[in-house]
């Protein structure tokens, strides 16, 4: 596999950081929109949103080593 160009790594590091605000944004939803996003889609949205986020800091670590 080619390793992805430093402007790429350093975009993943920018998809990081938007992911660590939307996760900051996500928690201050009310409990009841929470609930309404569990009920009419399929999975649960914040474990969606912290798998996404974990995936990209693990692509980033090893693309660091």
């Known amino acids: 596999m080619n390793k992805p160009s430093k402007a790429d790594i ?5 998809i990081k950081k938007d992911t660590e ?17 569990l009920e009419e889609f399929t999975g649960e949205t ?14 980033i670590n090893e693309l660091n080593n």
Do not use: C, W
């Open 21 to 37: 605000k939307l996760l900051k944004v996500y928690s201050n939803l009310d409990k009841a929109t929470k609930n309404f996003l």
């Open 46 to 59: 914040e474990l969606h949103l912290l798998q996404f986020e974990r995936n990209i800091s693990e692509a």
């Open 10 to 14: 350093l975009l993943l590091g920018k």
